[in-house]
């Protein structure tokens, strides 16, 4: 069973920065690929990164424009989300998936799990 749990959230002041965990199991990152999505109060869910099983991220620049970051620990089937320079508008609550793509702009994805909030204070 897949199983994905996101952690690390909180609140922060803009231009500070967090590191969001993601803990999963059930799978390896040989078998699926690794990102996050993230839902801002009253909008829709929007991807923000996928990272494949040979390490390449795929962002999404219309808003990250280089302040975040993945990383994985293979040992510790953990993925990790570094966030920069956050900005208010980065405040959501930000879920882990596998079995994510992102092409042309379109991230799919096939599994999900628990969330965590994101607070950035202006």
């Known amino acids: 069973e897949v199983q994905l749990q996101a952690s690390g959230g909180g609140l922060v002041q803009a231009g500070g920065f967090l590191t969001l965990s993601c803990a999963f199991s059930?799978?390896?990152?040989?078998?699926?690929?690794v990102g996050w999505i993230r839902q801002a109060p009253g909008k829709e869910r929007e991807g923000v990164s996928c990272?494949?099983?040979?390490?390449?991220?795929?962002y999404n620049e219309d808003f990250v424009k280089g302040r975040f970051t993945m990383s994985t620990d293979n040992a510790k089937n953990t993925a990790y989300l570094h966030m920069n320079s956050l900005k208010p508008e980065d405040t959501a609550v930000y879920y882990c998936?596998?079995?994510?793509?992102?092409?042309?702009?379109?991230?799919?994805?096939?599994?999900w799990g628990q969330g965590t909030m994101v607070t950035v204070s202006s």
């Open positions: 998936t596998a079995a994510c793509t992102f092409v042309s702009g379109i991230f799919e994805y096939m599994f």
């Open positions: 990272m494949n099983s040979i390490y390449s991220t795929t």
């Open positions: 059930g799978f390896t990152f040989d078998d699926y690929t």
